[in-house]
């Protein structure tokens, strides 16, 4: 008997399954469990995404200059090396840049309101981070007192990313 090949696309998941079966009742067979793992994961994302807001810390600024912007990310990534490993809940780290405006932003995303709390009440903050930007301080219109601090909340709104 030859196998017959067969996709199913589910059409809010973007997984596609390859299902090879015998019979017809084979073929069934696998396509209900391959759609009931999809809806048990499309389930589970969507409860953990309403769970609570994302927690960000931003930062933003106006540069000098574009040497200036370099410096500023040469010491991101130095900080992203050596100080930020020790925040606990600390997700990740994100830079956007505008050259022609010359404006510089850090985004950092905790994995929840208590991490972030916790992040602005440490050591870490105090006696690490701040010393460090300091060091940067030349490079930005108005020194560090230039700079505009704040805590947001976000929520996913769209998601087009795969997962395989």
Partial sequence: ?????AQVDHPCSSVAFRIVAMSFAGRLRSVQQALGS???TQCRMQVTAAASPMKFRSMSGKVRDADAMEALDKGL???ADKIWPKVPGVMRIDR????QRMEYEVTIQFESGDALKAFLNGDV????????????SHCFEGGLSGLKWQ???AEKILDNTKVL
């Fill in 96 to 99: 956007t840049k505008c050259m």
């Fill in 151 to 153: 805590n947001r909340e």
């Fill in 38 to 40: 999809v809806l048990q």
């Fill in 1 to 5: 008997a030859q196998a017959i090949l």
């Fill in 77 to 79: 990534r130095e900080a």
């Fill in 125 to 136: 903050m105090k006696k690490e981070l701040h010393p460090h930007m300091k060091g940067f």
